[in-house]
Structures are given as structure tokens and as C-alpha cells.
């Protein structure tokens, strides 16, 4: 039987602060939304609705509960207590570096990486969505998948 292991520390591998960094957003890997002051960096986020002024509204991804899911992406820095910088695809780092290289990795029941695909409680259903593969023991290539799989505990 294998161990559930969480990853709750994320960083990204590259900085994101300069005009020609705007290029990476272009891209699709990162896009800046406004988020709740308790959405952490290492968290899983869905959109919550509509852009407000133009910025995405994201809050942290809850598998349990319908509307909450699917995860977007990853917060991976935060500007200030509610604007951040979600990761979408790319190279991120994960600690503890305990990946395994080739394995996929998925949304945990808390919104953050997991080993593992979710096992919710008895009579509850939850959304199991890969997110990437380890590359290394402590580099993840995430991919953030939009096709879900419900299981119900």
C-alpha cells in the first residue's frame, strides 16, 4: 500500500516581473486573478465567476463540492494578500522532494498536490483531476487537466 504524501511548499522555476516575462502569460503558463486573503501559495484554485475588471476571480478548489472544481491552477505567488499568480502548465518545484519520476499527481481533498487520487469519506463524492507528472524527485511538470473523474467513498 502506498503512503499518501502531500506537498504543500510550490515554487515556481522561473520569475515572472519584467516585460518580457509577459511573454510566459501570453503563453498561457501563468495568468494574475484576485483571490481570497486565505488562498495560499500551493493551492489549487477554480474560477469562481465572472472577471471583474478584466482580472479572473479565483478561489481555492474544493473536490467535494460541485462548482468548485475544476482546478485552473496552482497559486504560486502572491503579490499581495488578494492578488496572485496562478501557474497553469510548466515546471514548478514541490518539497518534500519526494516525487516520483513518472508518476502522475492529483488535486488532493485539501486543494493541494497529492501522490495519490483523492478517497473522500463514505456517501461523499469527489472530483479526481490529474494535474502533472513528476520529472525528478522534487520537480513536477504540470498540466493541469480539465477532464474529471467523480468517485464516490
Request: proline share 8%; net charge neutral; with cysteine.
Amino acid at each position: 500500500m502506498r503512503t499518501l504524501i502531500r506537498f504543500s511548499q510550490v515554487r515556481r522555476t522561473e520569475r515572472v516581473d519584467s516585460p518580457a516575462d509577459e511573454a510566459q502569460m501570453a503563453l498561457g503558463r501563468y495568468f494574475r486573478a484576485n483571490c481570497l486573503s486565505t488562498d495560499a501559495v500551493g493551492i489549487f484554485v477554480y474560477v469562481t465567476g465572472p472577471s471583474v475588471g478584466g482580472v479572473p476571480q479565483v478561489s481555492q478548489v474544493d473536490i467535494t463540492v460541485p462548482g468548485k472544481f475544476p482546478a485552473v491552477g496552482i497559486i504560486v505567488e502572491k503579490s499581495d494578500p488578494t492578488t496572485c499568480l496562478v501557474q497553469v502548465r510548466g515546471e514548478i518545484e514541490v518539497s518534500p522532494a519526494a516525487l516520483v519520476p513518472g508518476r502522475p499527481y492529483f488535486v488532493g481533498l485539501d486543494g493541494v498536490i497529492t501522490n495519490l487520487p483523492p478517497a473522500p469519506l463514505p456517501g461523499v463524492t469527489a472530483a479526481i483531476q490529474s494535474i502533472g507528472t513528476a520529472i525528478d524527485l522534487g520537480r513536477l511538470l504540470l498540466n493541469v487537466h480539465a477532464q474529471l473523474y467523480l468517485h464516490k467513498g
